[in-house]
């Protein structure tokens, strides 16, 4: 069995046990550090803490009398550690703590560590500094305000004195919009990681940010965690809960990790997406568990305005060992996606009760820029997923969403508005208790998917499915244990894909070019 170092600070570090389990280790292993015993296991991304600076470790992982498998790192250097409370914090829940916090973040030096320690601490929004160390003890709890009035605003666009261009601060669903201030944010900053045992709570409920009736129209809600032309930052074992909105928002950044969190927003909060990468380059998701009011995981790159003007692609993105329950879509791909998406690889996750597991969500008017491709699905085991696999190029989405340029299955010509999904790839998933539909492709007849390659995947439906819509567009009905709908695809292979049970026809194929099928049975 293979043990992987995954990353490291001067008090902590994460491993990765390969022992061919997702998200879950097979069975429960004993980890030892310098040989004496730490914790027992039960997950493949493991964190470790309460390590000491610039010091060698041995790690072993043992299955019962055996051990599988070792390695051996050194802890960063460490020059010194703020404590919080010798900036005047107390931690007691009550106290706005934010200046004090601030304060240790600004004044600590290169290599060295900001310490928040057991307590809770009421903040509004905390801003990062470059070459920082962040740690959040256990018992630790940064718990948000909820009255706007105390968070700073991020201003949507800053136009340039000579009136060439501009700055973007703030952004919402896509659009450069004023918001509030991240209760964690960055802006033009590098090198920074958060971890710990600790929580970040949002703090938000249906008597404030989450309110049906509080509209916000010229200040939008504010992000959990929200960096803005950001390098280098780390998010690394703590719980984020109860978040305003989006949870997770780097926002035109690059090398951006995610590793061994608990993401947590109840299931009817609004808008509450676990992890947004927008327009970023180089994002790694390892070993999350998301449960959360909206989508698990959004990848975007922005609307008609900011993907047309910048361009920016979210690309080589790549989620793995991951739990994603509850929410609306496991791993969505839009619908602000201007920029396009490209080279995105899921595997070795888990979804369970979401409503989708892959959701493609793009439409007309997205434009040229606007393309998928290198999309890779493989080693998944999708539980009481709705839908497993949706690509939907006619979302009814924006006021204009349900025009007949969106909406209409006739052939439209192609220009600069037209958005275009190349190839994607599934292979080796288990699809147990599918409600809806197996799989549900509808691309755009004058801009067909160029190529859905299957491989080596199970559809079984549940004794008692609930019923549903497999995509949100018009025209498409209502149903329950459908099989897989492919309409304007250019190649379609299927591969060992086993779909048992459905209601009706397994496949219907609409405007399928090339379709090519193989079975080992």
Request: one cysteine or more.
């Amino acid at each position: 069995m293979e043990i992987i170092h995954v990353m490291n600070t001067a008090r902590s570090a994460v491993i990765e046990i390969k022992d061919g389990g997702r998200y879950e280790t097979k069975k429960p292993y004993r980890v030892l550090v310098n040989g004496e015993e730490k914790l027992t296991a039960e997950k493949t991304i493991v964190s470790l803490y309460d390590l000491k600076p610039d010091t060698e470790y041995n790690v072993e992982v043992w299955d019962g009398p055996e051990k599988a498998g070792s390695l051996t790192f050194r802890t960063d250097y460490e020059f010194v550690t703020l404590d919080v409370r010798r900036f005047g914090e107390k931690g007691d829940g009550e106290q706005d703590d934010t200046h004090h916090i601030q304060a240790a973040i600004l004044a600590c030096p290169e290599h060295s560590r900001v310490l928040i320690p057991a307590g809770t601490y009421r903040i509004t929004s905390l801003f990062l500094k470059s070459h920082t160390r962040i740690e959040l003890a256990k018992g630790a709890e940064l718990k948000a305000f909820t009255e706007p009035e105390k968070f700073p605003v991020l201003p949507g666009w800053i136009e340039s004195y000579d009136e060439t261009d501009g700055y973007n601060l703030g952004s919402w669903e896509g659009n450069p919009l004023n918001i509030y201030t991240g209760i964690i944010c960055g802006v033009n900053v590098e090198d920074v990681v958060i971890y710990g045992q600790g929580t970040v709570n949002g703090n938000a409920s249906k008597e404030d940010w989450w309110k049906p009736s509080r509209q916000y129209k010229e200040v939008f809600r504010p992000r959990l965690f929200f960096v803005n032309n950001c390098r280098g930052i780390t998010l690394a074992g703590i719980k984020v809960c109860n978040s305003p909105s989006w949870t997770l928002h780097p926002y035109f950044s690059e090398d951006v990790k995610f590793i061994d969190l608990f993401v947590s927003n109840p299931a009817d909060s609004p808008n509450t997406d676990g992890c947004d990468p927008e327009s970023c380059k180089n994002v790694d998701i390892l070993g999350v568990h998301f449960s959360v009011g909206d989508d698990c995981i959004a990848v975007k790159s922005g609307k008609i305005y900011m993907g047309r003007k910048y361009k920016t692609p979210s690309e080589n993105l790549r989620i793995r060992q991951c739990l994603m329950e509850d929410g609306h879509g496991a791993v969505t791909l839009g619908s602000e996606m201007a920029g396009g998406i490209l080279n995105l690889t899921v595997e070795d996750c888990i979804f369970r009760y979401t409503d989708r597991g892959l959701r493609i969500k793009t439409r007309r008017g997205r434009g040229k820029d606007a393309i998928l491709d290198g999309i890779t699905f493989r080693n998944l085991d999708l539980d009481h997923v709705m839908t497993p696999l949706v690509a939907n190029a006619f979302y009814f989405c924006d006021p204009d969403g349900r025009t007949p340029y969106v909406q209409s299955r006739e052939l439209y010509p192609v220009d600069d508005r037209t958005p275009s999904i190349k190839k994607m790839v599934f292979e080796d998933l288990e699809c147990k208790n599918c409600h809806v539909a197996a799989a549900f492709f509808d691309g755009l007849p004058e801009q067909k998917i160029e190529e859905i390659v299957m491989k080596n995947i199970t559809f079984h439906y549940a004794e008692n499915p609930k019923e549903g819509v497999p995509a949100m567009s018009e025209t498409v009905p209502s149903s329950t244990k459908r099989g897989l709908f492919a309409r304007n695809v250019k190649k379609l292979t299927l591969e060992n894909v086993k779909i048992e049970g459905q209601s009706g026809e397994a496949y219907e194929l609409i405007g399928v070019d090339e379709l090519v099928q193989r079975s080992d049975s």
